[in-house]
Protein backbone atom coordinates (compact mmCIF):
# COMPACT_ATOMS: atom_id res chain seq x y z
CA UNK A 1 0.00 0.00 0.00
CA UNK A 2 1.63 3.32 -0.84
CA UNK A 3 0.07 6.33 0.80
CA UNK A 4 0.74 9.36 -1.27
CA UNK A 5 2.06 12.19 1.36
CA UNK A 6 1.98 16.06 0.78
CA UNK A 7 4.08 18.31 3.12
CA UNK A 8 3.27 21.94 3.93
CA UNK A 9 6.76 23.19 4.85
CA UNK A 10 10.27 22.71 4.62
CA UNK A 11 12.44 24.37 7.05
CA UNK A 12 14.14 22.60 9.93
CA UNK A 13 11.06 19.94 10.90
CA UNK A 14 10.23 19.77 7.76
CA UNK A 15 13.32 19.12 6.15
CA UNK A 16 14.42 16.92 8.57
CA UNK A 17 10.80 14.87 7.90
CA UNK A 18 11.22 14.75 4.46
CA UNK A 19 14.96 13.38 4.42
CA UNK A 20 14.05 10.53 6.27
CA UNK A 21 10.82 10.05 3.98
CA UNK A 22 13.02 10.01 1.20
CA UNK A 23 15.86 8.46 2.89
CA UNK A 24 14.35 5.27 4.79
CA UNK A 25 11.61 4.97 2.61
CA UNK A 26 12.02 0.77 2.30
CA UNK A 27 12.98 1.07 6.05
CA UNK A 28 10.29 2.41 7.07
CA UNK A 29 7.70 0.37 4.78
CA UNK A 30 9.56 -3.19 6.24
CA UNK A 31 8.90 -2.33 9.43
CA UNK A 32 5.14 -0.69 9.27
CA UNK A 33 4.29 -2.12 6.13
CA UNK A 34 3.47 1.68 4.78
CA UNK A 35 4.69 2.85 1.71
CA UNK A 36 5.27 6.25 2.65
CA UNK A 37 5.93 8.45 -0.70
CA UNK A 38 6.75 12.02 -0.78
CA UNK A 39 4.34 13.52 -3.78
CA UNK A 40 4.45 17.43 -3.24
CA UNK A 41 6.17 19.31 -0.75
CA UNK A 42 5.09 23.33 -0.70
CA UNK A 43 7.61 25.30 0.13
CA UNK A 44 8.17 29.67 0.12
CA UNK A 45 11.35 29.99 -1.75
CA UNK A 46 11.39 27.31 -5.03
CA UNK A 47 15.15 28.32 -5.25
CA UNK A 48 16.54 27.63 -1.77
CA UNK A 49 18.57 24.36 -1.22
CA UNK A 50 17.12 21.67 0.92
CA UNK A 51 18.68 18.77 2.76
CA UNK A 52 16.81 15.71 0.67
CA UNK A 53 17.01 14.71 -2.47
CA UNK A 54 13.67 15.22 -4.51
CA UNK A 55 12.79 15.62 -8.43
CA UNK A 56 12.47 19.31 -9.08
CA UNK A 57 8.91 18.53 -9.74
CA UNK A 58 7.57 17.56 -6.30
CA UNK A 59 8.49 21.21 -4.94
CA UNK A 60 5.82 23.84 -5.62
CA UNK A 61 5.23 27.04 -4.04
CA UNK A 62 1.16 26.42 -4.41
CA UNK A 63 0.19 25.20 -0.63
CA UNK A 64 -3.30 25.09 -1.58
CA UNK A 65 -2.76 23.05 -5.13
CA UNK A 66 -1.01 20.69 -2.69
CA UNK A 67 -4.37 19.92 -0.24
CA UNK A 68 -6.40 19.88 -3.08
CA UNK A 69 -4.51 17.08 -5.43
CA UNK A 70 -6.50 14.22 -5.88
CA UNK A 71 -3.30 12.57 -5.95
CA UNK A 72 -2.43 13.20 -1.94
CA UNK A 73 -4.44 11.35 0.77
CA UNK A 74 -2.31 12.73 3.66
CA UNK A 75 -1.25 16.20 4.69
CA UNK A 76 1.81 17.00 6.75
CA UNK A 77 1.71 20.55 7.97
CA UNK A 78 4.98 22.35 9.57
CA UNK A 79 4.36 25.45 8.20
CA UNK A 80 3.77 26.54 11.93
CA UNK A 81 2.06 30.11 12.93
CA UNK A 82 -1.72 30.56 12.49
CA UNK A 83 -2.04 31.52 8.92
CA UNK A 84 -2.26 30.32 6.29
CA UNK A 85 -1.36 27.33 8.05
CA UNK A 86 -4.88 27.27 9.27
CA UNK A 87 -6.75 27.73 6.21
CA UNK A 88 -4.53 25.04 4.60
CA UNK A 89 -5.04 22.10 7.64
CA UNK A 90 -9.11 23.44 7.43
CA UNK A 91 -9.18 22.39 3.83
CA UNK A 92 -7.52 19.18 3.95
CA UNK A 93 -9.58 18.16 6.97
CA UNK A 94 -12.48 19.21 5.13
CA UNK A 95 -12.03 17.22 1.91
CA UNK A 96 -11.16 14.01 3.63
CA UNK A 97 -7.27 14.34 4.36
CA UNK A 98 -5.87 13.31 8.11
CA UNK A 99 -3.46 15.60 8.86
CA UNK A 100 -0.42 15.26 10.98
CA UNK A 101 1.21 18.95 12.04
CA UNK A 102 3.45 20.07 14.91
CA UNK A 103 1.48 23.58 14.90
CA UNK A 104 1.35 24.09 18.75
CA UNK A 105 -0.07 27.82 18.36
CA UNK A 106 -2.86 26.36 15.93
CA UNK A 107 -3.83 23.65 18.37
CA UNK A 108 -4.07 25.56 21.23
CA UNK A 109 -6.10 28.32 19.28
CA UNK A 110 -7.95 26.48 17.01
CA UNK A 111 -8.08 23.17 18.26
CA UNK A 112 -11.25 22.75 18.94
CA UNK A 113 -12.60 23.92 15.11
CA UNK A 114 -9.71 21.47 13.48
CA UNK A 115 -11.16 18.59 15.86
CA UNK A 116 -14.83 19.27 14.48
CA UNK A 117 -13.65 19.71 11.11
CA UNK A 118 -11.59 16.48 11.33
CA UNK A 119 -14.69 14.58 13.09
CA UNK A 120 -17.28 15.79 10.59
CA UNK A 121 -14.90 13.87 7.52
CA UNK A 122 -14.25 11.02 9.76
CA UNK A 123 -10.54 11.72 9.79
CA UNK A 124 -7.75 12.34 12.08
CA UNK A 125 -5.47 15.36 12.96
CA UNK A 126 -2.26 14.16 14.15
CA UNK A 127 0.19 16.39 16.61
CA UNK A 128 2.09 14.52 18.91
CA UNK A 129 4.88 16.73 17.77
CA UNK A 130 3.14 19.70 18.91
CA UNK A 131 4.53 19.71 22.72
CA UNK A 132 7.96 18.00 23.57
CA UNK A 133 9.17 17.78 20.24
CA UNK A 134 10.47 13.99 20.19
CA UNK A 135 8.93 12.84 23.65
CA UNK A 136 5.46 10.71 23.08
CA UNK A 137 3.64 12.56 25.62
CA UNK A 138 0.55 13.51 23.95
CA UNK A 139 -0.93 10.21 22.86
CA UNK A 140 0.12 8.77 26.14
CA UNK A 141 -2.25 11.26 28.22
CA UNK A 142 -4.80 11.59 25.39
CA UNK A 143 -5.42 7.65 25.37
CA UNK A 144 -3.38 5.71 27.58
CA UNK A 145 -4.29 7.84 30.63
CA UNK A 146 -7.49 8.18 29.54
CA UNK A 147 -9.13 6.72 32.86
CA UNK A 148 -6.70 8.77 35.17
CA UNK A 149 -7.78 11.56 37.31
CA UNK A 150 -5.54 14.15 36.85
CA UNK A 151 -4.25 16.36 39.45
CA UNK A 152 -1.52 18.01 37.77
CA UNK A 153 0.67 18.53 34.48
CA UNK A 154 3.78 19.89 34.97
CA UNK A 155 7.17 20.53 33.34
CA UNK A 156 10.09 22.41 31.25
CA UNK A 157 7.81 22.29 27.74
CA UNK A 158 10.66 24.68 26.00
CA UNK A 159 13.79 23.51 24.84
CA UNK A 160 15.21 27.14 23.54
CA UNK A 161 14.65 28.81 26.77
CA UNK A 162 16.16 25.25 28.88
CA UNK A 163 18.92 25.28 26.86
CA UNK A 164 20.20 28.90 27.73
CA UNK A 165 19.56 28.72 31.32
CA UNK A 166 21.52 25.68 31.41
CA UNK A 167 24.27 27.60 29.21
CA UNK A 168 24.10 30.65 31.94
CA UNK A 169 24.30 28.48 34.47
CA UNK A 170 27.15 25.97 33.79
CA UNK A 171 29.14 27.55 31.58
CA UNK A 172 28.23 31.33 32.74
CA UNK A 173 27.16 32.03 29.17
CA UNK A 174 25.56 35.16 28.03
CA UNK A 175 22.02 35.06 27.58
CA UNK A 176 22.51 36.39 24.18
CA UNK A 177 24.62 33.86 22.60
CA UNK A 178 23.02 30.40 24.32
CA UNK A 179 20.20 31.98 22.42
CA UNK A 180 22.01 32.53 19.09
CA UNK A 181 23.58 29.00 19.46
CA UNK A 182 20.02 27.55 20.01
CA UNK A 183 18.82 29.43 16.89
CA UNK A 184 21.88 28.01 15.01
CA UNK A 185 20.83 24.27 16.56
CA UNK A 186 17.32 24.81 15.22
CA UNK A 187 15.63 24.60 18.93
CA UNK A 188 14.30 28.01 18.43
CA UNK A 189 10.91 29.09 16.82
CA UNK A 190 11.37 31.49 13.53
CA UNK A 191 10.87 34.27 15.56
CA UNK A 192 12.67 33.55 19.23
CA UNK A 193 10.66 36.20 21.08
CA UNK A 194 8.12 33.45 21.11
CA UNK A 195 10.31 31.13 23.01
CA UNK A 196 11.84 33.80 25.90
CA UNK A 197 8.63 35.50 26.48
CA UNK A 198 7.00 31.55 27.17
CA UNK A 199 4.28 32.32 24.80
CA UNK A 200 5.55 29.02 23.19
CA UNK A 201 5.76 27.52 26.60
CA UNK A 202 1.91 28.62 27.20
CA UNK A 203 0.58 26.69 23.79
CA UNK A 204 2.18 24.03 24.49
CA UNK A 205 1.03 23.69 28.26
CA UNK A 206 -2.84 24.74 27.04
CA UNK A 207 -2.28 21.42 24.72
CA UNK A 208 -1.24 19.53 28.12
CA UNK A 209 -3.73 21.09 30.40
CA UNK A 210 -7.21 20.80 27.83
CA UNK A 211 -6.05 16.77 27.36
CA UNK A 212 -5.31 16.10 30.84
CA UNK A 213 -8.13 17.95 32.28
CA UNK A 214 -10.89 17.07 29.64
CA UNK A 215 -11.77 20.82 29.14
CA UNK A 216 -10.24 23.27 27.29
CA UNK A 217 -7.81 25.61 28.57
CA UNK A 218 -7.02 28.50 26.02
CA UNK A 219 -4.02 29.84 25.84
CA UNK A 220 -4.38 33.17 26.93
CA UNK A 221 -6.01 31.66 30.16
CA UNK A 222 -2.33 30.17 30.92
CA UNK A 223 -0.75 33.00 32.97
CA UNK A 224 2.32 33.39 31.21
CA UNK A 225 6.18 35.16 32.34
CA UNK A 226 9.40 34.28 30.01
CA UNK A 227 12.49 34.52 30.95
CA UNK A 228 13.76 37.62 29.45
CA UNK A 229 14.09 39.32 32.59
CA UNK A 230 16.34 36.48 33.95
CA UNK A 231 19.90 37.87 34.14
CA UNK A 232 23.06 36.49 34.86
CA UNK A 233 23.25 37.63 38.73
CA UNK A 234 19.76 35.58 39.08
CA UNK A 235 20.96 32.37 37.81
CA UNK A 236 24.38 33.13 39.67
CA UNK A 237 22.85 33.76 43.00
CA UNK A 238 20.11 30.96 42.44
CA UNK A 239 23.31 29.03 41.86
CA UNK A 240 25.16 29.94 45.20
CA UNK A 241 21.87 28.49 47.10
CA UNK A 242 22.20 25.79 45.43
CA UNK A 243 19.24 26.23 43.21
CA UNK A 244 18.61 26.12 39.29
CA UNK A 245 15.96 28.42 37.76
CA UNK A 246 13.89 26.89 35.01
CA UNK A 247 11.06 27.87 33.11
CA UNK A 248 8.19 25.53 34.04
CA UNK A 249 4.35 25.44 32.56
CA UNK A 250 2.28 23.54 34.96
CA UNK A 251 -1.87 23.53 35.46
CA UNK A 252 -3.94 21.94 38.43
CA UNK A 253 -7.37 21.95 39.51
CA UNK A 254 -7.62 24.85 42.09
CA UNK A 255 -10.16 24.36 44.74
CA UNK A 256 -12.60 26.14 43.13
CA UNK A 257 -12.45 23.75 40.21
CA UNK A 258 -10.82 25.75 37.44
CA UNK A 259 -8.04 24.95 36.46
CA UNK A 260 -4.76 26.96 36.99
CA UNK A 261 -2.16 26.91 34.37
CA UNK A 262 0.68 29.04 34.10
CA UNK A 263 4.01 29.14 32.42
CA UNK A 264 7.03 31.03 34.81
CA UNK A 265 10.75 31.15 35.54
CA UNK A 266 10.95 29.26 38.95
CA UNK A 267 14.07 28.48 41.64
CA UNK A 268 14.03 24.86 41.87
CA UNK A 269 16.34 22.96 44.75
CA UNK A 270 19.53 20.76 43.22
CA UNK A 271 18.12 17.93 44.41
CA UNK A 272 13.99 18.49 42.32
CA UNK A 273 13.86 16.54 39.15
CA UNK A 274 13.45 18.64 36.78
CA UNK A 275 16.91 20.50 38.29
CA UNK A 276 19.19 18.12 36.33
CA UNK A 277 17.27 18.56 33.34
CA UNK A 278 19.59 20.20 30.54
CA UNK A 279 20.16 21.85 27.45
CA UNK A 280 17.40 21.28 25.03
CA UNK A 281 15.89 18.26 27.32
CA UNK A 282 12.14 18.61 27.98
CA UNK A 283 10.71 16.84 30.92
CA UNK A 284 6.86 16.94 31.46
CA UNK A 285 5.41 15.03 34.82
CA UNK A 286 1.91 14.07 35.08
CA UNK A 287 0.49 13.30 38.44
CA UNK A 288 -2.64 11.08 39.13
CA UNK A 289 -4.61 9.81 42.06
CA UNK A 290 -3.98 5.80 40.83
CA UNK A 291 -0.77 6.21 38.94
CA UNK A 292 1.24 8.31 40.45
CA UNK A 293 3.83 10.30 39.30
CA UNK A 294 5.03 10.26 35.76
CA UNK A 295 7.74 11.39 34.58
CA UNK A 296 8.20 12.06 30.27
CA UNK A 297 12.10 13.14 29.37
CA UNK A 298 13.68 13.29 26.28
CA UNK A 299 14.74 16.10 23.08
CA UNK A 300 11.92 18.74 23.54
CA UNK A 301 13.10 20.38 20.02
CA UNK A 302 15.02 20.35 16.82
CA UNK A 303 15.11 18.46 13.30
CA UNK A 304 15.27 15.09 13.82
CA UNK A 305 14.05 14.30 17.44
CA UNK A 306 10.37 16.37 16.19
CA UNK A 307 10.60 14.59 12.37
CA UNK A 308 10.60 11.27 14.45
CA UNK A 309 7.16 12.05 16.45
CA UNK A 310 5.64 13.41 13.31
CA UNK A 311 6.81 9.93 11.38
CA UNK A 312 4.92 8.21 14.28
CA UNK A 313 1.70 9.91 13.64
CA UNK A 314 1.91 9.61 9.82
CA UNK A 315 2.40 6.00 10.01
CA UNK A 316 -0.51 5.82 12.18
CA UNK A 317 -2.68 7.72 9.79
CA UNK A 318 -1.67 5.80 6.82
CA UNK A 319 -1.91 2.45 8.55
CA UNK A 320 -5.30 0.74 7.60
CA UNK A 321 -6.81 -1.82 10.04
CA UNK A 322 -4.60 -0.04 13.10
CA UNK A 323 -7.50 2.87 13.67
CA UNK A 324 -5.74 4.63 15.80
CA UNK A 325 -8.28 6.76 18.46
CA UNK A 326 -6.66 9.58 19.63
CA UNK A 327 -9.18 11.99 21.72
CA UNK A 328 -9.40 15.53 20.93
CA UNK A 329 -7.66 17.94 23.75
CA UNK A 330 -11.11 20.18 22.80
CA UNK A 331 -13.73 17.59 23.04
CA UNK A 332 -13.45 14.51 24.95
CA UNK A 333 -14.49 12.28 21.52
CA UNK A 334 -12.78 9.02 20.51
CA UNK A 335 -12.82 9.16 16.75
CA UNK A 336 -11.97 6.03 14.05
CA UNK A 337 -9.37 7.43 11.96
CA UNK A 338 -10.29 6.70 8.20
CA UNK A 339 -7.86 7.12 5.65
CA UNK A 340 -10.05 8.23 2.16
CA UNK A 341 -8.25 6.97 -1.16
N1 LIG B 1 11.12 26.41 19.88
C1 LIG B 1 10.59 25.23 20.46
C2 LIG B 1 11.41 24.89 21.70
C3 LIG B 1 10.62 24.12 19.45
O1 LIG B 1 12.52 25.43 21.84
O2 LIG B 1 10.98 24.10 22.52
C4 LIG B 1 9.90 22.87 19.87
O3 LIG B 1 8.53 23.07 20.01
Redesign the pocket.
Given at each position: MTVRVGVLGAGTVGGALITRLVADRDAIRLKSGVDLEVRKVAVRDLGKERPFNLPEDRLTDDSLAVVTDPAIDVIVEVIGGLEPAGDLVLAALRSGKPVVTAN?ELIATRGQEITEAAKRTGVSVMYEAAVG?GIPVIRPLAESLSGEDIDVVSGI?????NYILTAMAKEGRAYEDALTE?QRLG???ADPGD?VSGR?AAFKTSILASLAFGERVAPWEVETEGIENVTAEDVAAASARGEVIKLIGSARRGVDGRVEARVEPSSLPADHPLAGVSGVT?AIFIEGPSVGRLLFTGP??GGQA?ASAMLGDLIQVASRGRAPRVRSAHDGTPRRQVLHR
Open positions: KGVNGTTAYAEDDNGAT
